[in-house]
């Protein structure tokens, strides 16, 4: 398979083939796709295996994106991976895309067709458990957001993964205090939530989400550490990271972009050209 080399997910190039998609195919969920971008580059610079840079490979770990709103940031990395080609990118959205706007399992590289909210932890759930039984040593991340873990079934698979020590299973909560409605906190509190995944039995680290050194530190701590408990990293982020008219802007999770607007953000997040 052809591939970009260096991969160097860069977080201004990966923001900037965002805008890029969001731009050509006139589509919103910019401001939740810029909070996982810093998540997903570490994950796919550091931990993530795929032997031979095959998407479908057996033995590659597995990367759920729960929130799968938030596609846009994973196509960005699967760029960056040769998994998608430039007119992928300027045709995003477009008659006969075969990119949707939500994680879509049909497309090599995302693992479940996510959007309905609170399901793809449990599918993680099934494949770590899965990975367990036939001690492949393959690891399984899933990314939720803040506002998806309101949803019963996250903490029905959180107790399952307690349950069965899924060592080798990790949730990463993009904690960035909104959800479609508004804030975290005026929809549903939430509470602490690195002590509730405690509480189900889940060792838990809290990072900063735009650091990726501190991402990447948290990780390994996590996969380092000789318990058989579940993992989770708490990531506190901002929606919208990168742009300033996006940050801590809830219109910027349905607003779409015009001339005006997609100029003013390629301007601010920098990031080469492909």
């Not at 080609?85 to 300027?90: K, L, M, Y």
Request: one cysteine or more; glycine letters at 10%; hydrophobic letters at 40%.
């Amino acid at each position: 398979m052809v591939t970009t080399t260096p991969h160097r997910f860069s977080a201004a190039d990966l923001r900037k083939t965002i805008l890029d998609m969001a731009y050509a195919g006139s589509t919103v969920h910019i401001g939740c796709a810029f909070s996982i971008v810093e998540l997903l580059a570490v994950l796919y610079r550091n931990h993530l295996r795929y032997p031979a840079n095959d998407p479908r490979a057996a033995a590659r770990d597995y990367l759920v994106l729960s929130k799968g709103h938030g596609v846009m940031a994973q196509y960005a990395c699967m760029h960056e991976l040769g998994w998608l080609q430039d007119e992928h990118i300027s045709g995003y959205f477009a008659d006969g895309s075969e990119l949707k706007g939500l994680s879509d399992s049909r497309v090599p590289g995302l693992e479940v067709t996510s959007g309905s909210l609170g399901h793809g932890f449990s599918v993680g759930v099934g494949l770590a458990l899965a990975a367990k039984m036939r001690s492949t040593g393959q690891k399984t991340f899933v990314l939720v957001g803040d506002g998806e873990i309101n949803e019963g079934p996250i903490w029905e698979g959180a107790m399952f993964a307690a349950h069965h020590a899924l060592r080798d299973f990790m949730v990463i909560v993009d904690e960035n205090g909104f959800q479609a409605m508004g804030t975290t906190d005026d929809v549903l509190h939430l509470g602490a939530i690195e002590a509730k995944f405690a509480s189900f039995g889940f060792e838990t680290v809290r990072v900063d989400g735009h650091d990726e050194a501190a991402i990447d530190a948290a990780i390994h701590r996590l996969w380092n550490s000789t318990s058989t408990k579940p993992k989770a990293l708490i990531a506190k982020t901002v929606k919208g990271k990168g742009v300033s008219f996006m940050e801590h802007n809830n219109m910027w999770h349905y607003t779409r972009l015009n001339p005006e607007t997609y100029a003013q953000a390629v301007a601010e997040v920098g990031g080469g050209v492909e």
